[in-house]
Nanobody, 119 residues
């Protein structure tokens, strides 16, 4: 039973910061690429960043590059998203993703956490 649980969302002012956390259970965390996505009503889920389990490299979407930073702690089965310089357009539900492609591509998702940026 795979479970991903996000936390850390909330209401922030423009220019503020939040750190999201995602804790995984039921999988061998160190063998999964971890990532973050977000979604607003009426739009497709948007890719933000992933961090490879193989080499630790991170790839960021242009919309968050330079503002958001992903990190992972394999000992705690946790991935983080540090979000700085938040803008109103960052308002969305943020989802944690775990992906393995060892045999077939399989994705697991958390329930999401709401981030709202307003002034």
């Amino acid at each position: 039973q795979v479970r991903l649980v996000e936390s850390g969302g909330g209401l922030v002012q423009p220019g503020g910061s939040l750190r999201l956390s995602c804790t995984a259970s039921g999988l061998r965390f160190s063998l999964y690429t971890m990532g973050w996505f977000r979604q607003v009503p009426g739009k497709e889920r948007e890719f933000l960043v992933y961090k490879s389990y193989r080499d630790g490299r991170a790839l960021y979407a242009d919309s968050v590059k330079g503002r958001f930073t992903i990190s992972r702690d394999n000992a705690k089965n946790t991935v983080y998203l540090q979000m700085n310089s938040l803008k109103p357009e960052d308002t969305a539900v943020y989802y944690c993703n775990a992906r393995t492609s060892l045999i077939t591509t399989t994705d697991y998702w958390g329930q999401g956490t709401q981030v709202t940026d307003s002034s």
